[in-house]
Nanobody
Framework: QVQLVESGGGLVQPGGSLRLSCATS????????MAWYRQAPGKQRDLVAA???????NYADSVKGRFTISRDNAKKTVYLQMSSLKPEDTAVYYC?????????????WGQGTQVTVSS
């Protein structure tokens, strides 16, 4: 069973920084694509950033140049470094692990961590 636990959220002023962490269990982390999503109240859950097993990355346009996703396979953990935070970055941030098994993708989600950007 795969479990994901996010941490690092909180309240930060505009222009500030936070680093989110997502620790996983199980043995499939190194072969999986990891991603961060966010969901603001009344809005859909959107992709923020993703990193493949070979560490290729992609970002939502709204966070390019401000956020950095990275992974530590030895610790089975993915990170999201967030800088120059804006009020519109306020959301619950979710970590997702995607595993491809013979063409079938299995997704596992964390419980989410709240990020609030406010003065």
């Amino acid at each position: 069973q795969v479990q994901l636990v996010e941490s690092g959220g909180g309240l930060v002023q505009p222009g500030g920084s936070l680093r989110l962490s997502c620790a996983t269990s199980g043995s499939i982390f190194g072969r999986s694509t990891m991603a961060w999503y966010r969901q603001a109240p009344g809005k859909q859950r959107d992709l923020v950033a993703a990193i493949t097993s070979s560490s290729s990355t992609n970002y939502a346009d709204s966070v390019k140049g401000r956020f950095t996703i990275s992974r530590d396979n030895a610790k089975k953990t993915v990170y999201l470094q967030m800088s120059s935070l804006k009020p519109e970055d306020t959301a619950v941030y979710y970590c997702k692990l995607s595993r491809n098994v013979i063409g079938v993708v299995y997704d596992y989600w964390g419980q989410g961590t709240q990020v609030t950007v406010s003065s």
